[in-house]
């Protein structure tokens, strides 16, 4: 059984640059969740999916946003990247919205030059 | 706000010796404790939760304590292998926040051989 997949696996972009990122979750899953892990780092609560509708939003930026697709799959976008962007974007998925346990996928190293 | 405190921040035992990690929140609604492991290069991985209604959780070489009144839980692994070496993160989930998960800082344990 596949676990939760995101691509591209690392990537490197200028700042002010924009970055999408991508997560399926594991199969029958409906929750998509993200967060960013700085080097050294927990990681850092950013969004929240649930049956395509954001259901939180962690304290970051309007620069980033984020979608869920009808597939249950999720975009990660970030515009106009700063240097502190720099870190691990991981995305979790769970069976439903609140309650049950995340499972993360390996992550996506975003580096701003 | 919301916080997780995790301590150590290194823990280093001889193999088949017992380690500890410590973790206190601060919000008195939480309900659910999650522990996760983190090698190097990977996403963090689920290895054992456990839920406000529950004292205590064993499975296999690993256990979760949970002290609701000091709003402390605790991570024990026993007969340690080198290959439990890695980082480890707790994290707990606060009332009205969507069940995103406010992580630790991390403990980075290595068993030696």
């Known amino acids: 059984d596949a676990g939760v997949t995101q691509s591209p696996t690392h990537l490197i972009k200028t700042r002010g640059q924009h970055v999408t990122l991508r997560c399926s979750p594991i199969?029958?899953?409906?929750?998509v969740s993200w967060y960013q892990q700085v080097l050294g780092q927990g990681p850092q609560f950013i969004f929240q999916?649930?049956?395509?509708?954001?259901?939180g939003r962690g304290n970051f930026p309007d620069r980033f946003s984020a979608r869920q697709f009808p597939n249950y799959s999720s975009e990660l976008n970030v515009n106009a990247l700063l240097l502190g962007d720099s870190a691990l974007y991981l995305c979790a998925s769970s069976l439903v919205g609140q309650g049950h346990e995340q499972y993360f996928g390996p992550g996506t190293r975003l580096t701003v030059t | 706000g919301e916080n997780v405190e995790q301590h150590p921040s290194t823990l280093s035992v001889q193999e088949g010796d017992s380690a500890v990690i410590k973790c206190t929140y601060s919000?008195?609604?939480?309900?659910?404790f999650p522990w996760y492991k983190q090698e190097l290069g990977k996403g963090p991985q689920l290895i054992i939760d456990?839920?406000?209604?529950?004292g205590e959780k064993k499975d296999q070489r690993i256990a979760v304590t949970l002290n609701k009144t000091a709003k402390h839980f605790s991570l024990h692994i026993t007969e340690t292998q080198p290959e439990d070496s890695a980082v480890y993160f707790c994290?707990?989930?606060?009332?009205?926040?969507?069940?995103?998960?406010?992580f630790g800082s991390g403990t980075q344990l290595t068993v030696l051989p």
């Open positions: 994290a707990a989930t606060f009332s009205g926040s969507a069940r995103q998960l406010t």
């Open positions: 199969s029958g899953h409906k929750s």
């Open positions: 999916y649930y049956e395509k509708e954001e259901r």
């Open positions: 456990i839920r406000s209604n529950v």
């Open positions: 919000d008195s609604a939480s309900n659910y």
